[in-house]
């Protein structure tokens, strides 16, 4: 095939695009030879680059899903990297926001029947990266609620709750929550014997370290009614749904010291 002729309006956006290609397919180097001056060595330097890209998304990778690195190991992990960056390619000037489509990437690899867990951890773990990085903002108090229920003169049963920006709510067909806790480091969690089970978990942000709390069913579902809008009475009736023997001071108290809500509204009262 010869090599495509460069128009002499050619824009450097269009240059860079087609140089962009001969790194992410290598077979089309060769339609895009006539950007560069004639060199015996040519292909070895656009390997060069091709080596420099895959380290790269390895690391920016690596930085997202440490978990994931950890099951596969080095090579693996690297050939993923480089498929999944020449099918995906970065859409953005951060690396921080390389990784967004590797949970559903990873269901489309080869090896994904036999590992099908794989994408659940990435997907949590895509959830934690994301926590880490996301928005600032003053958690409330169990004690502000309180204050603000008796100057309100509210059931406190009434109140909505806002989970903070870096409170999220994950759950998989998987036990990847196990998986993830037993792979961290000075951690005396063990790797789940029966690892084909649901999981639920919370993820929270203390102190700009995030943090992983296996959640039961009851927990789960309460805070999902306060994550979509619901009152805090709706929430905990959901849970007791699940578990006559929810715990609710427990939990409440566990939810406000985690500091996974900033703000809390009543709804108005009816004329």
């Not at 099918?87 to 390389?98: I, K, R, T, V, W």
């Not at 639920?200 to 942000?205: S, V």
């Not at 039961?216 to 805070?223: E, H, I, P, Y």
Request: glycine share 4%; hydrophobic share 45%; charged share 20%.
């Amino acid at each position: 095939m010869k090599p495509l002729p460069v128009p002499a309006e050619n824009v450097l956006a269009e240059i860079q695009a087609q140089f962009a290609q001969a790194l992410l397919q290598p077979s089309a180097a060769a339609q895009t030879s006539v950007l560069f001056k004639v060199h015996p060595y040519q292909d070895d330097r656009l390997a060069l680059y091709r080596g420099n890209l895959t380290a790269i998304w390895t690391s920016a990778l690596k930085n997202a899903y440490p978990v994931l690195h950890q099951l596969v190991g080095d090579e693996y992990f690297e050939q993923v990297a480089r498929a999944f960056g020449r099918a995906c390619p970065s859409e953005s000037g951060d690396l921080n926001q390389f990784g967004v489509r590797l949970t559903e990437f990873l269901q489309t690899i080869p090896d994904a029947a036999d590992y099908p867990y794989f994408s659940e951890v990435a997907a949590l773990e895509w959830q934690i990266h994301r926590a880490y990085y996301a928005a600032d903002a003053d958690a409330a108090s169990l004690a502000d609620l309180l204050q603000a229920v008796a100057a309100a003169e509210q059931d406190v049963q009434a109140v909505q709750l806002e989970l903070h920006p870096a409170s999220r709510l994950y759950t998989a067909e998987w036990d990847s929550v196990a998986i993830w806790l037993a792979h961290q480091a000075n951690t005396e969690e063990k790797s789940p014997e029966n690892i084909r089970q649901t999981c639920y978990g919370l993820i929270h942000r203390s102190n700009w370290s995030v943090r992983l709390q296996p959640l039961g069913k009851a927990a789960w579902l309460a805070l999902t009614v306060l994550q979509k809008g619901g009152s805090l009475g709706a929430a905990l009736e959901a849970a007791l749904d699940e578990n006559d023997g929810f715990d609710i001071n427990a939990n409440v108290q566990s939810w406000f010291a985690s500091g996974l809500f900033i703000k809390f509204k009543f709804p108005e009262k009816q004329l």
